[in-house]
């Protein structure tokens, strides 16, 4: 099994920034693709963004041209940028990474954090 651990989350105004990241552990990892995903109370969990094993990207139609999905190869991590933030972005964030360990692929997640957006 492999550990993802994320960090970044917080309480923010409406129309401020936060940057989430998590970062995948494990012996002889390789970052292949990673998303990011939010659930509100009482709602389902959704897609915000993922980023394929080329660079590719893509985004809920909620979060465009306001989020940005990135990944750092180096440090297996992938971040999630969010910018303009409004009152319903609140919600768990869930980080999934899959990875290549030792030959075989996984797909992990982490533990959530939480994003508050509120005056």
């Known amino acids: 099994q492999v550990q993802v651990v994320e960090s970044g989350g917080g309480l923010v105004q409406p129309g401020g920034s936060l940057r989430l990241s998590c970062a995948a552990s494990?012996?002889?990892?390789?970052?292949?693709?990673g998303g990011w995903y939010r659930q509100a109370p009482g709602k389902q969990r959704e897609l915000v963004a993922n980023i394929g094993s080329d660079g590719s990207t893509n985004y809920a139609d909620s979060v465009k041209g306001r989020f940005t999905i990135s990944r750092d190869d180096a440090k297996n991590a992938a971040t999630l940028q969010m910018n303009s933030l409004k009152p319903e972005d609140t919600a768990v964030y869930y980080c999934?990474?899959?990875?290549?360990?030792?030959?075989?692929?996984?797909?992990?997640w982490g533990q959530g954090t939480q994003v508050t957006v509120s005056s």
């Open positions: 494990g012996s002889i990892v390789v970052l292949y693709a």
């Open positions: 999934n990474l899959v990875v290549v360990l030792a030959g075989h692929e996984y797909d992990s």
